[in-house]
Nanobody, 127 residues
Framework: EVQLEESGGGSVQPGGSLRLSCSAS????????MGWYRQTPGNECELVSS???????YYGDSVKGRFTISQDRTENMMYLQMDNLEPEDSAVYYCVVGDPTLPVVRESCTPKYLELWGQGTTVTVSS
């Protein structure tokens, strides 16, 4: 059975840090791109960061230099280290496995084709 489970969300003040974790099982990391999307309170869906099967990384312009994506393929884990958080980073963050890639632009944070999505974890940045 394929499963994704996010953890690590929470509330933090501006300038703080959080580390999101995604526990994955039931598929090979070598076969699919993986990444993090976020759905903002305004219901926009943004690809925050992704990592390809050959470990090529992508970052959205709004998080470049602040967020870092990584994988531990021996443990079937993916992480998103988020530093210098801003109120605009407040959103529900989803761990996603691509089919096999992940589109940068999409209309909504809902699965398409054979994508796999976690249940989401909420990040709130406020003072």
């Amino acid at each position: 059975e394929v499963q994704l489970e996010e953890s690590g969300g929470g509330s933090v003040q501006p300038g703080g840090s959080l580390r999101l974790s995604c526990s994955a099982s039931g598929f090979r990391f070598d076969d699919n791109d993986m990444g993090w999307y976020r759905q903002t309170p305004g219901n926009e869906c943004e690809l925050v960061s992704s990592i390809s099967t050959i470990r090529r990384t992508y970052y959205g312009d709004s998080v470049k230099g602040r967020f870092t994506i990584s994988q531990d393929r021996t443990e079937n884990m993916m992480y998103l280290q988020m530093d210098n958080l801003e109120p605009e980073d407040s959103a529900v963050y989803y761990c996603v496995v691509g089919d096999p890639t992940l589109p940068v632009v999409r209309e909504s944070c809902t699965p398409k084709y054979l994508e796999l999505w976690g249940q989401g974890t909420t990040v709130t940045v406020s003072s």
